[in-house]
């Protein structure tokens, strides 16, 4: 190991470690997952996976197995498709403990799969890839569970597929199984039907398996049930919780907006960044020949603005990052707009401001409005949302956002992301320039330096 590099590792450690150690704490009991499996054990059992019972029935055996407080006095609701909870019903056949360390061993391994196929496909050094993925994908997915690791994953499975195989069977199986994190993965797969035929029949066939399997788990009117009334509900039910969500309609809400229409307008959003994204992927995709825009630059657009948002899907948008950076013929641009993107993009910045050694340095949040507040008993019968809705809301009566510190947090993530949207709009109106080979290492880099200058 070059002598520079030892101190290099040791900051970053010391910066992460507060990081590290929350995320560890949040898996001895990860609560994302925690809804998910008690989801896959309804669908197991034959139970609606989306009502209040049995989803906090099992949730607090889970709590009581692990030893983990309850740090809520509702259900966390399990939103994923039906497909997606077919997995975790298998997760539910193992003891919520040994389930959870293997979900976490998964997690792991596709966040180490996305890191190499990055680096190797953009060009990107390794170890940049690497640090890009670990603050938000270990620190804060990982410690909850969430299924963005995988989904991940699989967006750059399917671009690898793509572009170094030329298999689009393949690339349409790896977009299928991005579909667990389903708003993150729908402008891929509408770019990928749009612009490339050979892709289309594979899609369809993928998507006809996933609707095949839905019915099939929970029958068709709970199926319904999700996508008129779960899906609604849920964009709805962290409108208020402006500390955590990154979607256009929470910020137009702490901006004064109606919540209605702050939904409405943040679903709006959402369809028209996507529609922008796939036509601006397609007109990338012509110009460059490299279809790999067709799934990993849609996604990023897809996440500015939206109905619902949080900081551990920001890192969707690393691909394309890296992707529009490998385009970059100027070695030391790319090094920058690297360094950048993963400052930006990969850091959980509201996480690290509501760690207990930084929040006490930072601004109290306004007093509360109210001393106490008791929360409405959930019915067993009702969609789990509802009662989720209020503990949500009940919480923000309790404890106010801080606007001005909240929005100050998000902002680096936001700007990054609008930069994307500048950066491809750029590339598409301009002369195509084949690309340079990036620095392999961070040994190259003061080379690279040099023969920019």
């Given at each position: 190991?070059?002598?520079?590099?030892?101190?290099?590792?040791?900051?970053?450690?010391?910066?992460?470690?507060?990081?590290?150690?929350?995320?560890?704490?949040?898996?001895?009991?990860?609560?994302?997952?925690?809804?998910?499996?008690?989801?896959?054990?309804?669908?197991?059992?034959?139970?609606?996976?989306?009502?209040?019972?049995?989803?906090?029935?099992?949730?607090?055996?889970?709590?009581?197995?692990?030893?983990?407080?309850?740090?809520?006095?509702?259900?966390?609701?399990?939103?994923?498709?039906?497909?997606?909870?077919?997995?975790?019903?298998?997760?539910?056949?193992?003891?919520?403990?040994?389930?959870?360390?293997?979900?976490?061993?998964?997690?792991?391994?596709?966040?180490?799969?996305?890191?190499?196929?990055?680096?190797?496909s953009t060009g990107v050094p390794l170890?940049?890839?690497?640090?890009?993925?670990?603050?938000s994908e270990v620190c804060v997915s990982?410690?909850?569970?969430?299924?963005?690791?995988?989904?991940?994953?699989?967006?750059?499975?399917?671009?690898?597929?793509?572009?170094?195989?030329?298999?689009?069977?393949?690339?349409?199986?790896?977009?299928?199984?991005?579909?667990?994190?389903?708003?993150?993965?729908?402008?891929?797969?509408?770019?990928?039907?749009?612009?490339?035929?050979?892709?289309?029949?594979?899609?369809?066939?993928?998507?006809?398996?996933?609707?095949?399997?839905?019915?099939?788990?929970?029958?068709?009117?709970?199926?319904?049930?999700?996508?008129?009334?779960?899906?609604?509900?849920?964009?709805?039910?962290?409108?208020?919780?402006?500390?955590?969500?990154?979607?256009?309609?929470?910020?137009?809400?702490?901006?004064?907006?109606?919540?209605?229409?702050?939904?409405?307008?943040?679903?709006?959003?959402?369809?028209?960044?996507?529609?922008?994204?796939?036509?601006?992927?397609?007109?990338?995709?012509?110009?460059?020949?490299?279809?790999?825009?067709?799934?990993?630059?849609?996604?990023?657009?897809?996440?500015?603005?939206?109905?619902?948002?949080?900081?551990?899907?920001?890192?969707?948008?690393?691909?394309?990052?890296?992707?529009?950076?490998?385009?970059?013929?100027?070695?030391?641009?790319?090094?920058?707009?690297?360094?950048?993107?993963?400052?930006?993009?990969?850091?959980?910045?509201?996480?690290?401001?509501?760690?207990?050694?930084?929040?006490?340095?930072?601004?109290?949040?306004?007093?509360?409005?109210?001393?106490?507040?008791?929360?409405?008993?959930?019915?067993?019968?009702?969609?789990?949302?509802?009662?989720?809705?209020?503990?949500?809301?009940?919480?923000?009566?309790?404890?106010?956002?801080?606007?001005?510190?909240?929005?100050?947090?998000?902002?680096?993530?936001?700007?990054?992301?609008?930069?994307?949207?500048?950066?491809?709009?750029?590339?598409?109106?301009?002369?195509?320039?084949?690309?340079?080979?990036?620095?392999?290492?961070?040994?190259?880099?003061?080379?690279?330096?040099?023969?920019?200058?």
């Amino acid at each position: 190991m070059r002598a520079w590099r030892l101190p290099v590792l040791l900051l970053a450690f010391v910066a992460a470690a507060p990081l590290i150690a929350a995320a560890a704490n949040g898996l001895r009991c990860p609560e994302d997952f925690r809804a998910f499996y008690c989801g896959g054990s309804a669908v197991a059992a034959g139970r609606d996976p989306y009502r209040t019972q049995p989803l906090f029935g099992c949730e607090l055996a889970a709590l009581a197995v692990t030893g983990v407080p309850p740090g809520y006095r509702t259900v966390v609701p399990a939103p994923l498709p039906p497909y997606a909870l077919a997995l975790f019903a298998v997760f539910a056949r193992l003891p919520f403990s040994a389930a959870s360390l293997t979900w976490a061993a998964i997690g792991i391994l596709a966040i180490a799969a996305t890191a190499v196929m990055l680096a190797r496909s953009t060009g990107v050094p390794l170890v940049l890839t690497s640090a890009a993925l670990v603050p938000s994908e270990v620190c804060v997915s990982l410690s909850l569970g969430q299924v963005v690791p995988l989904a991940l994953c699989a967006l750059c499975a399917a671009a690898w597929a793509i572009r170094e195989k030329r298999k689009h069977v393949a690339a349409a199986a790896a977009l299928a199984c991005a579909t667990i994190e389903p708003h993150v993965a729908l402008p891929a797969l509408v770019a990928a039907a749009c612009f490339t035929r050979s892709m289309r029949r594979p899609l369809a066939v993928a998507c006809a398996l996933l609707a095949a399997v839905s019915l099939a788990v929970v029958g068709p009117a709970t199926c319904l049930e999700y996508v008129s009334r779960v899906l609604p509900l849920h964009a709805r039910s962290e409108i208020v919780n402006y500390r955590f969500q990154y979607s256009l309609t929470s910020l137009l809400w702490a901006g004064g907006v109606r919540k209605e229409t702050a939904a409405a307008l943040g679903a709006a959003s959402y369809l028209f960044m996507t529609v922008a994204g796939v036509a601006l992927a397609g007109s990338l995709s012509r110009r460059f020949s490299d279809e790999r825009f067709l799934v990993l630059f849609p996604p990023a657009l897809g996440l500015i603005g939206g109905p619902f948002l949080h900081s551990q899907q920001m890192v969707a948008a690393l691909p394309a990052a890296f992707l529009l950076v490998h385009y970059v013929r100027d070695d030391l641009r790319r090094v920058v707009a690297v360094a950048a993107v993963c400052a930006c993009l990969a850091v959980p910045w509201e996480t690290i401001a509501t760690l207990p050694a930084v929040a006490a340095r930072l601004p109290a949040d306004p007093p509360a409005k109210a001393a106490g507040a008791s929360l409405p008993q959930a019915r067993p019968e009702e969609l789990a949302e509802l009662p989720w809705t209020r503990q949500v809301e009940a919480f923000t009566e309790l404890h106010p956002p801080n606007i001005p510190l909240e929005t100050a947090v998000k902002l680096p993530a936001w700007c990054a992301l609008v930069a994307v949207l500048g950066a491809g709009l750029q590339m598409a109106s301009r002369k195509v320039a084949p690309p340079r080979s990036a620095p392999s290492s961070f040994a190259e880099l003061p080379r690279a330096a040099e023969n920019a200058t």
